[in-house]
């Protein structure tokens, strides 16, 4: 599933295309892709036809469309699912192989959902309020993460000290911090010097805040080169993969590049993980 960077380098390039332009058309091509929808894809056709849009937005790995009228208190849930891409299409490309949602614009373009892996979906939801802002319901289980105004890196140190794991388990959990994956959470210990299995309850706050700032700093970093794509399956609206390039991820038999130890590959938490182990010791 494509992680905070990516969702987020999605967003802001779909966001100019979508905000302030009604819809004129949804075609649901794919059954899966509105499973998680009530109604099921005439419902979902029926309710965002004429819907004016006005902002796209994120929480952690999560992205949702909102409508202009203030009355209209739903969102259209966007779920990337493996390999869910958003792509904004002139009505005269040929559909892809996988396009399983088309909503047509009044400005003529397209906005297709193509997901090869059929994992990911659209649904219509209540938004709901949760502190400090609105969401759908679907996702306010899922904590802030940490581009959110208000967002409190004490207070996820607080809670990852109350756990007692093994500290990937604990950033890839979504109810502490949103929006770290598996990409992240082995680039966030390599730069915390972390191994990820030392327990939470054995790690100071000093050093678990500095985890958290590192988390930050990491995928601030991607999302300004547009995100990680190890494949075709990750690119932004225009099709673009993005250049991020990582420190351990997927570089297994490489050297490390703060100490030149071969960087090595092994599952933590049921999570293929990479590591260096010198700069990252279990103590």
């Not at 000290?161 to 950033?171: G, V």
């Not at 309850?201 to 990680?228: Q, Y």
């Not at 038999?253 to 279990?282: A, D, L, W, Y």
């Amino acid at each position: 599933m494509p992680e905070l960077p990516e969702v987020e380098t999605i967003r802001s390039g779909l966001a100019p295309h979508i905000v302030g332009r009604s819809v004129t058309g949804v075609d649901v091509l794919h059954p899966r892709a509105v499973r998680r929808h009530i109604g099921g894809a005439t419902d979902l056709e029926n309710r965002l036809r004429g819907k004016r849009l006005d902002a796209v937005e994120r929480r952690g790995k999560y992205l949702w469309l909102t409508g202009a009228d203030a009355t209209d208190e739903v969102a259209i849930v966007v779920h990337l699912g493996m390999s869910g891409q958003l792509l904004i299409s002139d009505p005269d490309v040929p559909d892809q192989v996988h396009l399983r949602v088309r909503l047509s614009l009044d400005d003529g373009r397209e906005v297709r959902f193509v997901d090869q892996r059929t994992f990911g979906g659209w649904h219509v939801d209540e938004l709901v309020d949760v502190p400090g802002r609105a969401v759908p319901e679907s996702v306010a289980h899922i904590a802030a993460d940490p581009f959110e105004p208000g967002f409190d890196p004490d207070a996820v140190v607080s809670a990852l000290r109350r756990r007692d794991t093994e500290i990937k388990r604990a950033i890839l959990d979504q109810t502490v911090v949103s929006g770290i994956g598996n990409i992240y959470a082995d680039e966030s210990l390599w730069r915390a010097s972390l191994h990820g299995r030392r327990r939470t309850r054995g790690i100071s706050r000093a050093v678990l805040g500095e985890l958290v700032a590192a988390a930050t700093a990491v995928m601030e970093e991607a999302i300004s080169v547009g995100g990680t794509s190890f494949d075709e399956l990750y690119v932004n609206v225009n099709g673009q993969s993005g250049s991020n390039r990582t420190e351990v991820y997927a570089r297994h038999g490489m050297p490390c590049n703060r100490c030149g130890t071969t960087i090595v590959r092994e599952k933590i938490s049921g999570r293929s993980s990479h590591f260096c182990p010198v700069c990252q010791r279990k103590r």
